[in-house]
């Protein structure tokens, strides 16, 4: 059984930083790629950034571009979001999911985490 488990989302400034992370379990991940996603309040779940689980593969929402990094430990089965510059656009639940394939920016992925509350005041 396919686990994703964020955790990291706070309250934290405008300007600040903070790290997601996503713990995987309940499978081999190998070929598969693990996205971030984000639903802000009354505003359409959106993409934010992916990454391959074994090729050096990322890819990021233009919107976040330059300011988030995506990582991955395969050793530990985590993958990691550093947010910075934080503005309060990018107050949202932020949910880990994981998909057999490439990177895509659709909700087209297979297993789903239970999401982290991140509040960025201004």
């Known amino acids: 059984q396919v686990q994703l488990v964020e955790s990291g989302g706070r309250l934290v400034q405008a300007g600040g930083s903070l790290r997601l992370s996503c713990a995987a379990s309940g499978r081999t991940f190998s070929g598969h790629s693990m996205g971030w996603f984000r639903r802000a309040p009354g505003k359409e779940r959106e993409f934010v950034a992916g990454i391959r689980w074994t090729e050096p593969e990322t890819y990021y929402a233009s919107s976040v571009k330059g300011r988030f990094t995506i990582s991955r430990d395969s050793a530990k089965n985590t993958v990691a979001l550093q947010m910075n510059s934080l503005k309060p656009e990018d107050t949202a639940v932020y949910y880990c999911?994981?998909?057999?394939?490439?990177?895509?920016?659709?909700?087209?992925?297979?297993?789903w985490g239970q999401g982290t509350q991140v509040t960025v005041s201004s």
């Open positions: 999911a994981s998909r057999l394939g490439g990177i895509r920016t659709t909700g087209d992925y297979a297993y």
